[in-house]
T-cell receptor
Protein backbone atom coordinates (compact mmCIF):
# COMPACT_ATOMS: atom_id res chain seq x y z
CA UNK A 1 0.00 0.00 0.00
CA UNK A 2 1.09 3.55 -0.70
CA UNK A 3 0.90 5.07 2.75
CA UNK A 4 2.95 8.06 3.83
CA UNK A 5 6.66 7.40 3.62
CA UNK A 6 9.21 9.43 5.55
CA UNK A 7 12.97 9.29 5.44
CA UNK A 8 15.23 8.94 7.23
CA UNK A 9 13.69 7.32 10.31
CA UNK A 10 16.38 8.55 12.66
CA UNK A 11 18.97 11.28 12.37
CA UNK A 12 21.63 12.74 14.63
CA UNK A 13 22.97 16.18 13.81
CA UNK A 14 25.28 18.66 15.48
CA UNK A 15 24.15 22.08 16.60
CA UNK A 16 24.47 24.58 13.76
CA UNK A 17 24.14 22.02 10.99
CA UNK A 18 21.39 21.80 8.42
CA UNK A 19 19.01 18.89 7.86
CA UNK A 20 16.57 17.81 5.14
CA UNK A 21 13.70 15.47 5.85
CA UNK A 22 11.64 13.85 3.12
CA UNK A 23 8.04 12.75 2.75
CA UNK A 24 6.04 10.95 0.09
CA UNK A 25 2.28 11.34 0.60
CA UNK A 26 -0.35 8.65 0.43
CA UNK A 27 -1.53 7.82 -3.06
CA UNK A 28 -4.35 10.17 -4.03
CA UNK A 29 -3.38 12.86 -1.50
CA UNK A 30 -2.03 16.18 -2.74
CA UNK A 31 -1.62 18.19 0.47
CA UNK A 32 1.31 17.69 2.80
CA UNK A 33 1.58 19.08 6.31
CA UNK A 34 4.57 18.95 8.60
CA UNK A 35 4.37 18.75 12.37
CA UNK A 36 6.99 18.83 15.10
CA UNK A 37 6.34 16.70 18.16
CA UNK A 38 8.64 17.22 21.13
CA UNK A 39 8.83 14.47 23.71
CA UNK A 40 5.68 14.38 25.83
CA UNK A 41 3.97 17.08 23.76
CA UNK A 42 1.31 17.14 21.08
CA UNK A 43 2.26 17.75 17.44
CA UNK A 44 2.83 21.40 16.55
CA UNK A 45 1.97 22.60 13.04
CA UNK A 46 4.98 23.81 11.05
CA UNK A 47 3.52 24.40 7.58
CA UNK A 48 1.41 22.94 4.83
CA UNK A 49 2.07 22.59 1.13
CA UNK A 50 -0.37 22.38 -1.73
CA UNK A 51 0.29 22.87 -5.42
CA UNK A 52 3.98 23.30 -4.67
CA UNK A 53 3.34 26.36 -2.51
CA UNK A 54 3.33 26.95 1.22
CA UNK A 55 -0.34 27.50 2.01
CA UNK A 56 -0.23 27.91 5.77
CA UNK A 57 2.49 28.33 8.34
CA UNK A 58 2.59 27.85 12.07
CA UNK A 59 4.65 29.75 14.60
CA UNK A 60 8.07 28.53 13.50
CA UNK A 61 11.10 30.64 12.57
CA UNK A 62 12.39 31.06 9.05
CA UNK A 63 15.05 28.45 9.78
CA UNK A 64 12.29 26.01 8.93
CA UNK A 65 11.55 25.89 5.23
CA UNK A 66 10.01 23.44 2.87
CA UNK A 67 9.29 22.46 -0.64
CA UNK A 68 6.74 20.42 -2.51
CA UNK A 69 7.49 18.73 -5.81
CA UNK A 70 5.16 18.13 -8.78
CA UNK A 71 4.61 14.53 -7.62
CA UNK A 72 3.32 15.95 -4.28
CA UNK A 73 6.31 14.71 -2.28
CA UNK A 74 7.78 17.22 0.13
CA UNK A 75 10.93 18.19 1.97
CA UNK A 76 11.39 19.94 5.30
CA UNK A 77 14.66 21.82 5.74
CA UNK A 78 15.94 23.13 9.03
CA UNK A 79 18.98 25.42 9.10
CA UNK A 80 21.24 26.35 11.99
CA UNK A 81 19.99 23.51 14.17
CA UNK A 82 19.43 24.16 17.84
CA UNK A 83 19.27 21.63 20.65
CA UNK A 84 15.58 22.49 20.98
CA UNK A 85 14.92 21.26 17.46
CA UNK A 86 15.31 17.70 18.73
CA UNK A 87 11.90 16.11 18.15
CA UNK A 88 9.85 13.70 16.10
CA UNK A 89 8.97 15.30 12.78
CA UNK A 90 5.73 14.04 11.35
CA UNK A 91 4.52 14.36 7.81
CA UNK A 92 0.78 14.13 7.24
CA UNK A 93 -0.95 13.92 3.90
CA UNK A 94 -4.56 14.66 3.10
CA UNK A 95 -6.81 15.42 0.13
CA UNK A 96 -7.28 19.09 -0.59
CA UNK A 97 -10.45 20.37 1.09
CA UNK A 98 -10.92 23.06 -1.49
CA UNK A 99 -11.88 20.46 -4.05
CA UNK A 100 -15.09 20.03 -2.17
CA UNK A 101 -13.94 16.92 -0.43
CA UNK A 102 -14.78 17.40 3.23
CA UNK A 103 -11.71 17.15 5.40
CA UNK A 104 -12.62 14.51 7.90
CA UNK A 105 -9.50 15.01 9.96
CA UNK A 106 -8.24 11.88 8.38
CA UNK A 107 -4.69 12.85 8.02
CA UNK A 108 -2.51 9.92 7.14
CA UNK A 109 0.61 10.34 9.21
CA UNK A 110 3.96 8.94 8.32
CA UNK A 111 6.01 7.10 10.92
CA UNK A 112 8.09 10.20 11.47
CA UNK A 113 11.74 11.15 11.55
CA UNK A 114 13.35 11.24 14.97
CA UNK A 115 15.86 14.11 14.90
CA UNK A 116 18.39 14.43 17.67
CA UNK A 117 20.56 17.54 17.81
CA UNK A 118 23.70 17.23 19.93
CA UNK B 1 -3.75 30.02 27.51
CA UNK B 2 -3.11 27.14 25.15
CA UNK B 3 -5.49 26.78 22.22
CA UNK B 4 -6.24 23.16 23.06
CA UNK B 5 -5.79 21.84 26.57
CA UNK B 6 -5.77 18.32 27.91
CA UNK B 7 -4.84 16.82 31.23
CA UNK B 8 -1.54 15.08 30.60
CA UNK B 9 -2.39 12.20 32.95
CA UNK B 10 -1.63 9.42 33.29
CA UNK B 11 -5.24 8.38 33.60
CA UNK B 12 -5.35 4.89 35.03
CA UNK B 13 -8.47 2.73 34.72
CA UNK B 14 -9.06 -0.97 35.34
CA UNK B 15 -9.80 -3.27 32.43
CA UNK B 16 -13.50 -3.20 31.56
CA UNK B 17 -14.10 0.26 33.00
CA UNK B 18 -15.07 3.45 31.16
CA UNK B 19 -12.22 5.82 30.42
CA UNK B 20 -13.19 9.48 30.12
CA UNK B 21 -10.81 11.84 28.35
CA UNK B 22 -11.43 15.57 28.26
CA UNK B 23 -10.33 18.49 26.13
CA UNK B 24 -11.07 22.21 26.14
CA UNK B 25 -10.36 24.69 23.37
CA UNK B 26 -10.13 28.46 23.32
CA UNK B 27 -11.07 29.46 19.77
CA UNK B 28 -14.83 29.73 19.30
CA UNK B 29 -14.22 29.59 15.55
CA UNK B 30 -13.26 25.94 15.86
CA UNK B 31 -15.60 23.83 13.77
CA UNK B 32 -14.21 20.33 13.62
CA UNK B 33 -12.89 18.16 16.41
CA UNK B 34 -10.86 15.01 16.31
CA UNK B 35 -9.44 12.38 18.60
CA UNK B 36 -6.22 10.67 17.66
CA UNK B 37 -4.58 7.73 19.39
CA UNK B 38 -0.79 7.51 19.55
CA UNK B 39 1.00 4.44 20.80
CA UNK B 40 4.45 4.98 22.23
CA UNK B 41 6.96 5.49 19.45
CA UNK B 42 4.29 5.46 16.75
CA UNK B 43 2.50 8.10 14.72
CA UNK B 44 -1.00 9.36 15.56
CA UNK B 45 -4.04 7.60 14.06
CA UNK B 46 -7.52 9.07 13.80
CA UNK B 47 -10.16 7.30 15.88
CA UNK B 48 -13.07 9.77 16.04
CA UNK B 49 -14.26 12.99 14.49
CA UNK B 50 -17.19 15.16 15.58
CA UNK B 51 -18.64 18.33 14.11
CA UNK B 52 -22.00 18.95 15.83
CA UNK B 53 -23.02 19.34 19.44
CA UNK B 54 -23.99 16.11 21.11
CA UNK B 55 -22.70 12.58 21.09
CA UNK B 56 -21.25 10.45 18.34
CA UNK B 57 -20.73 6.75 18.90
CA UNK B 58 -18.46 4.34 17.06
CA UNK B 59 -18.10 0.93 18.62
CA UNK B 60 -16.64 1.32 22.10
CA UNK B 61 -15.84 4.99 21.50
CA UNK B 62 -18.16 7.94 22.07
CA UNK B 63 -17.15 11.52 21.31
CA UNK B 64 -19.07 14.33 22.98
CA UNK B 65 -19.05 17.97 21.90
CA UNK B 66 -20.36 21.05 23.67
CA UNK B 67 -19.49 24.15 21.66
CA UNK B 68 -21.06 26.53 24.17
CA UNK B 69 -18.70 25.25 26.85
CA UNK B 70 -15.86 24.77 24.34
CA UNK B 71 -15.46 21.23 25.53
CA UNK B 72 -14.99 17.92 23.78
CA UNK B 73 -14.58 14.52 25.38
CA UNK B 74 -13.92 10.92 24.45
CA UNK B 75 -15.40 7.98 26.32
CA UNK B 76 -13.95 4.52 25.91
CA UNK B 77 -16.24 1.76 27.14
CA UNK B 78 -15.02 -1.66 28.22
CA UNK B 79 -11.44 -0.41 28.26
CA UNK B 80 -8.82 -2.93 27.22
CA UNK B 81 -5.08 -2.99 27.93
CA UNK B 82 -4.60 -2.46 24.19
CA UNK B 83 -6.27 0.95 24.62
CA UNK B 84 -3.25 2.09 26.65
CA UNK B 85 -1.84 4.96 24.61
CA UNK B 86 -1.74 8.74 24.45
CA UNK B 87 -4.95 10.32 23.20
CA UNK B 88 -4.60 13.59 21.33
CA UNK B 89 -7.43 16.06 20.91
CA UNK B 90 -7.23 18.19 17.75
CA UNK B 91 -9.37 21.04 16.47
CA UNK B 92 -9.72 22.77 13.12
CA UNK B 93 -11.01 26.30 12.59
CA UNK B 94 -13.28 26.75 9.61
CA UNK B 95 -10.84 29.09 7.87
CA UNK B 96 -7.78 27.04 8.65
CA UNK B 97 -7.80 24.68 5.70
CA UNK B 98 -6.47 21.32 6.71
CA UNK B 99 -4.45 22.65 9.63
CA UNK B 100 -5.10 20.97 12.96
CA UNK B 101 -4.18 22.31 16.38
CA UNK B 102 -3.37 19.53 18.81
CA UNK B 103 -3.52 19.39 22.55
CA UNK B 104 -0.67 17.93 24.55
CA UNK B 105 -2.36 14.57 24.88
CA UNK B 106 -3.60 12.46 27.77
CA UNK B 107 -1.79 9.25 28.57
CA UNK B 108 -4.23 6.43 29.31
CA UNK B 109 -3.20 3.29 31.16
CA UNK B 110 -5.62 0.37 31.29
CA UNK B 111 -4.60 -2.13 33.96
CA UNK B 112 -5.54 -5.82 33.60
Amino acid sequence: DAGVTQSPTHLIKTRGQQVTLRCSPKSGHDTVSWYQQALGQGPQFIFQYYEEEERQRGNFPDRFSGHQFPNYSSELNVNALLLGDSALYLCASSPNRDRGLPFSGGYTFGSGTRLTVV
Amino acid sequence: QKEVEQNSGPLSVPEGAIASLNCTYSDRGSQSFFWYRQYSGKSPELIMSIYSNGDKEDGRFTAQLNKASQYVSLLIRDSQPSDSATYLCAVRRDNAGNMLTFGGGTRLMVKP
